[in-house]
């Protein structure tokens, strides 16, 4: 079985995260990507009440079979560390490095080197990265770089962070987020006070 684990706040979770899931299954031949939002995460603030952005993600991820969700990091509370998750999930399945992967956005590459036990990490799986525009590789420490495998897919210019900012200032994020994650968004109100 070879499992992809794709980690973050998904405040919401958009098009692009749904895309770069798609298109790097079809690419690498996972048998699954999980998606696993972090209960708090330790690189970011603002977001979202954890429930809301639990039931968004169920929304946006329904009806893939190539999809799961991954509540461990919820259900463990406090910090959510990407080496513990990966550790459990290497155990419970009893995968080695050729066939567990975890996906990360270029923005969050900057601050790998800061995260707890990134050589570890880099150790135990394989950390394949999708570049966002702005990317520089001349940034990233040299001891991560030799160890990553970027993502042969497009680039989409999407974030959490813009859909956010937009539905506060009134703005459609229509085409930005599954139709069904952004009736959710309204029923509740959620980022009004967010950008």
């Known amino acids: ?24 299954c079809e690419v690498e031949a996972f048998d699954k990507i999980m998606f696993i939002p ?11 009440p954890v429930e809301h952005r639990l039931n968004m993600l169920k929304i946006a991820i329904a009806n893939n079979p190539n999809f799961e969700l991954c509540d461990l990091e919820i259900k463990r509370k406090g910090i959510s560390y990407s080496i513990d998750t990966i550790n459990y999930i290497k155990n419970q399945f009893t995968l080695d490095k050729p066939e567990l992967f975890y ?19 880099l150790n135990i799986c394989q950390v394949i990265v999708a570049v966002r525009p702005g990317f520089k590789p001349s940034e990233i420490q040299p ?48 980022f009004q006070n967010k950008k």
């Open 38 to 48: 972090a209960y708090e995460p330790p690189h970011k603030i603002f977001t979202s």
């Open 1 to 24: 079985m070879k499992v992809c684990l794709f980690g973050g706040t998904f405040d919401p979770p958009h098009i692009g995260h749904l895309l770069i899931a798609q298109t790097i």
């Open 103 to 121: 996906l990360m956005g270029s923005d969050s590459l900057s601050d790998f080197h800061t995260w707890k036990n990134a050589e570890e990490i």
């Open 143 to 190: 001891w991560v770089l030799k160890k990553i495998q970027f993502a042969n897919i497009p680039r989409f210019e999407i974030s959490s962070t813009t859909i956010r900012s937009r539905w506060t200032q009134g703005k459609t994020i229509r085409y930005m987020v599954p139709l069904d994650v952004w009736d959710y968004i309204n029923k509740q109100n959620l």
